[in-house]
């Protein structure tokens, strides 16, 4: 039995959910697992236009729950008796909420969290995505649930998925009139009375700078709607921290507030076993008068509360900088003179961009100390303003990972806030638990969101790699080691994107740990010391790469790297790019963990691809192809400094320095995806061709017959043929295209092309030609004609042929000659016309000239009519008999 259910004192959005995930899962019963908001409790009596299935929980045995799907709520002690399922073998737990993370919430099995104003929304926006129908009083009673927990769609909470949310269930029918009937309801003269006394009991406080108000009021029976009553009291007093203390009977009933973000009402109420979100949450305290609770409060915001503070508090002034125009080993002179880290490069006495020690020290090691500043500065960073709050100072340096923010008021350059500044700003205030604060990732020596991907893994990933990763965890761990999943396996993991690449890194001596690893498990390994990695190879062919924790430098530019053994965070700054930078935790403690250092979770939500350094393409120059194949793979955008740096790159020609097979291994994997021509295309925008062979320029020509194989390619998959075609191959013969046949072969040589594709190549550069020139020359062109001049060629050859020829008539004998006549076979054999009666010789080549031709046209379908056809057109010779000698003679 499935069961739906939520938290105790349920509200509408709680009610909209339930009946979206009975959408969701039909057949499922709902629960609520304790008492509701009065009015919601007057709406579920009074309307029955939806057969929403409400069970008491009385009502359920609770043993014969086989899937719990909670909505609107993560805690355990806010289910009631459906606590007792967390955890339990057999039970999956499916989770769908809307409220911040918290240390004590209950791990789904399929979990859907999102930073929306309603989890309604949440479930509305799936509906959608599935196509399932909401009818006109489901989507009512829908928007009901969003309107109240977003007021209206006027509360800071509310985000642009609730908008389209409540727009679908407009389109859906949703009677606005009803729901602003239900939600503008009249107060009860109890509750009237009740906001009196909160109103006389209202009492002001300044805490750090912050203006809080707190309203008391005492009743012996219960008083409904309490929220309601907060925020008229709230709007009425225009109070941006509130929190109401109203006793009722035996319990005192807390809610709070907050419209500021120094003020963090669910942290209060945490301390008095509450929650909720930042801006609105509750709690119920037993055993305690109001003055208690009161007492507390302030105590507790004593210490919550964050001091207001702004860049102007944390700012040095003034500023030193660096012109545009002057050289890397200007800059490197003054970083060193001034001992600062980076420094603001203005244009005009206008910040342009920043450039830090990194880069410079970089850029001059690899002799670039003459180039401008202007060539390698980060020209995609971000300023803040004097008033501009301390958070967004913290998420621009921490969040973003940019070193240094300038203070700018309009175009004039105020300051810097360096990062050892915010740093030191924020020990100051080390005392103080700032709301949704991230949370130090230990030993790796980086701040972020502490994220666990653990159930994810369990989703998507096979048992046995799942089971393999997690012996990689333990196997570390007796070593003392630590072992992460790194790279475009994690990148793809968090992106639902199938990839069963597995990289490991080791903190420590990755080739031991891979040699223990693979004896434990009767794996080979395949060691390079050099490099510090290893290949497993396990029993049924699965492979996982190990490598232990370095850092890598060039000794120039385009060079292949020099290692040095380091830390994950050093290991991960020497990947391509930012979304690559992701890790997760293989530790059986904290196993699924996520770690990410430069804000890789952060490019992959804005879909944006960033390298990590301004001097990653002099390093290593085939990552501007990968950069263009990622951005077509994922559907991204290549940042606009990374895009500046391809463009230096491209001027600099640092792509015709690397080794020419280090090249073809990146055009390879551009043209094996899936829409190769736009990343070629995106290629010939950045005048990438000539770096690969001058002669290629990549023009509208040649970008038009790379379209055209690919309509070929596709043509022939339809055909369903049982052959495997290097599709890549094709792409490939056509990028030679305009190249003479000595070029063609020389570069295909030079790239360490396999011999199998170089033959290629010679073939159509040495015959291709010819070949289409006897099919368009010959008068008639025969069914016998065609396979002969087509049957000799790979399969590859004839597709390059067929998209490059603007003949019709080839496209045609093409096309011909694939569905009808490649495999077409004589059944008859040369032993077959000994035992004939044919005497063998150059008579057997026309022959079988003869029967094919007759074969391919249709006119023999078997062995019984190729040798019935063959004696009645060409019978064997009769043999002569010896001559008898006459007798007497000798």
């Known amino acids: 039995m499935d069961v739906i259910t939520t938290h105790l004192n349920a509200d509408f959005d709680t009610i909209a959910s339930m009946l979206a995930a009975c959408k969701l899962y039909p057949g499922a019963v709902c629960v609520l697992p304790g008492s509701q908001e009065e009015t919601v409790k007057g709406f579920l009596v009074q309307s ?13 045995d609770i ?63 799936i509906l959608k995505e599935r196509g399932i129908p909401i009818a006109p009083d489901e989507a009512t009673v829908m928007m009901l649930g969003i309107y109240e927990d977003t007021g209206s769609l006027g509360f800071p909470s509310t985000t642009v998925d609730d908008y389209l949310a ?49 309203a008391e009021a005492r009743r012996e029976e219960y008083v409904g709607d309490l929220a309601l009553l907060v925020h008229k009291l709230r709007d009425m007093e225009a109070v941006s921290v509130l929190f109401v203390i109203c006793q009722m009977g035996d319990r005192v009933v807390l809610v709070g507030r907050s419209r500021k973000p120094e003020v963090d009402a669910a942290a209060v109420m945490r301390e008095f076993g509450g929650g909720g979100h930042a801006y609105a949450a509750s709690a119920t305290v037993k055993d305690a008068t109001t003055f208690q609770v009161r007492e507390r409060v302030l105590r507790v915001l004593e210490e919550k509360v964050i ?26 002179h003054a970083l060193t003179r001034s001992n600062i880290n980076a420094v603001p490069v203005t244009r005009g006495g206008v910040v342009a961009g920043i450039l830090t020690r990194q880069v410079v020290e970089k850029a001059v090691y690899h002799g670039l100390g003459e180039e401008r500043a202007a060539e390698y500065m980060n020209a995609d960073y971000e300023t803040v303003a004097p008033e501009t709050e301390i958070e967004r100072v913290e998420e621009i340096i921490i969040g973003k990972n940019q070193r240094l923010v300038p203070v700018v008021r309009g175009k004039e350059l105020l300051g810097v806030i360096t990062r050892t500044g915010l740093l030191l700003f924020l020990y100051d205030l080390r005392d103080v638990e700032h709301p949704g604060a991230v949370e130090d990732v230990g030993a790796e020596g980086a701040m972020a969101p502490r994220k666990n991907v653990g159930n994810l893994m369990r989703d998507r990933l096979p048992a046995r790699v799942l089971s393999l990763l997690r012996a990689v965890g333990e196997c570390a761990e007796r070593l003392e080691m630590k072992a992460f999943a790194v790279g475009g396996f994690v990148r793809d993991l968090v992106m639902r994107v199938d990839n069963l690449d597995v990289d490991i890194v080791v903190e420590g001596d990755g080739i031991r740990f891979a040699e223990t690893f693979a004896e434990e498990q009767d794996a080979r390994v395949r060691p390079h010391h050099k490099f510090g990695t290893a290949v497993l190879v396990f029993q049924d062919g699965f492979k996982i790469d190990v490598a232990t924790a370095r850092v890598e430098y060039y000794l120039k530019p385009a060079a292949l790297p020099t290692v040095e053994y380091s830390s994950l965070k050093q290991d991960m700054y020497r990947r391509d790019f930012v979304i690559n930078t992701l890790a997760v935790r293989l530790s059986p403690e904290g196993f699924g963990e996520v770690v990410d250092f430069f804000g890789a979770q952060r490019d992959i939500k804005e879909k944006v691809i960033r390298v990590l350094h301004s001097l990653s393409f002099v390093e290593d120059p085939t990552r501007i192809l990968r950069a263009m194949r990622f951005e077509r793979r994922f559907g991204f955008t290549v940042g606009r400094h990374t895009l500046n740096l391809i463009r230096n790159a491209v001027r600099l020609d640092l792509l015709s320095r690397i080794p020419k097979p280090r090249l073809y291994s990146e055009l390879e994997l551009i043209l094996k995806e899936k829409d190769p021509v736009s990343i070629v295309r995106r290629l010939s925008d950045l005048g990438l061709g000539t770096s690969i062979h001058p002669a290629l320029a990549l023009d509208k020509a040649h970008l038009a017959l790379l379209g055209e194989v690919q309509e070929v390619l596709a043509w022939f998959s339809l055909l369903f043929l049982e052959e495997k075609v290097e599709k890549w191959a094709v792409s490939f013969l056509a990028l030679l295209d305009p190249l003479s046949p000595d070029d063609a072969k020389k570069l295909a040589k030079d790239l360490g092309v396999r011999s199998r594709v170089r033959e290629w190549v010679r073939i159509c550069k040495d015959e291709g030609e010819s070949v289409i020139l006897r099919l368009v020359s010959t008068s008639f062109v025969s069914r016998k004609i065609i396979y002969d001049v087509l049957s000799p060629l790979p399969t590859e050859v004839i597709l390059y042929l067929m998209a490059r020829s603007k003949h019709p008539d080839i496209k045609r004998y093409i096309s011909l000659y694939f ?16 035992e004939l009666g044919y005497r063998p010789g150059p008579v057997f080549k026309k022959i079988f000239d003869h029967l094919l031709e007759r074969k391919l046209s249709g006119e023999l379908r078997n062995k019984k009519e190729e040798i019935a056809f063959l004696l009645s057109t060409s019978p064997p010779t009769p043999t002569p008999e010896p001559k008898t000698p006459e007798p007497g003679r000798s």
């Open 819 to 834: 569905t009808q006549l490649k495999n077409v076979r004589l059944q008859v054999n040369g032993h077959d016309l000994l």
């Open 48 to 60: 029955a236009f939806y057969n929403l299935p409400l069970r008491k929980p009385r009502e359920i």
């Open 63 to 125: 043993d014969k729950v086989t899937r719990l799907i909670l909505v609107d709520i993560r805690s355990r002690a806010r289910i009631g008796i459906f606590g007792e399922l967390i955890g339990r073998p057999g039970v999956p737990v499916h989770v769908y909420d809307h409220h911040p993370d918290e240390d004590a919430d209950v791990k789904g099995d399929l979990e859907v969290i999102r930073r929306v104003g309603s989890t309604t929304t949440i479930l509305v926006r």
């Open 307 to 332: 001091p207001r503070r702004t860049a102007a508090d944390v700012m040095a002034s003034p500023a030193r900088t660096v012109d545009a125009g002057d050289t890397i080993l200007e800059v490197h």
């Open 166 to 214: 409540a727009a679908h269930l407009l389109s859906c029918g949703a009677k606005l009139s009803q729901v602003s009937d239900i939600l503008a309801r009249d107060l009860t003269s109890g509750q009237i009375s009740l906001l009196y006394d909160l109103i006389q009991g209202t009492r002001t406080y300044t805490i750090r700078g912050v203006e809080v108000v707190i």
